[in-house]
């Protein structure tokens, strides 16, 4: 068991998951970060707030707040990490793209020019003589 335990973790899946897992968390403070010092005092100009999460709204004659704030900062942060990650996978397809040729392409390589359709028929007309 232990043997299959090793196995299964040395797998490059799983080694390549725990990595992202990893890096995902670091992106996610480098986001947070982004929003409170860069993003939020941006927006404080036209709200007159720094921080978004102190902006709540309480319905009247009841307890209830909602913290609109909060929201709006976890918007930011995943629009920024959508972002992020749609550049990451957009580039690796690119260059995994890079290789690889259309199926127009290959076709073209694939068929014979008209030159080499013309030395083929002249090739077998004289072959055809040597026969004769």
């Known amino acids: 068991m232990i043997k299959e335990f090793k196995e299964f973790i040395m797998r ?35 709200v007159g707030q720094v921080d978004l999460s102190g902006i709540a709204v309480t319905i009247p004659g009841t307890k209830a707040v909602f913290q609109i704030g909060n929201f709006l900062n976890d918007v ?16 690796f397809n690119k260059l995994r793209d890079m290789g690889k040729k259309t199926e127009e392409e290959v076709a073209e390589e694939a068929a014979p020019t008209q030159e080499e359709l013309y030395l083929k028929e002249i090739r077998d007309l004289l072959a055809n003589k040597d026969h004769q």
Not at 18 to 43: C, E, F, Q, Y
């Open 76 to 91: 930011i942060n995943f629009l920024i990490i959508a972002i992020i990650v749609f550049l990451i996978v957009k580039g």
């Open 12 to 46: 490059g899946n799983v080694l390549d998951m725990a990595v992202g897992v990893i890096l995902g968390a670091a992106l996610k403070s480098i986001v947070d970060s982004l929003t409170k010092n860069l993003i939020n005092p941006i927006i404080s100009l036209f």
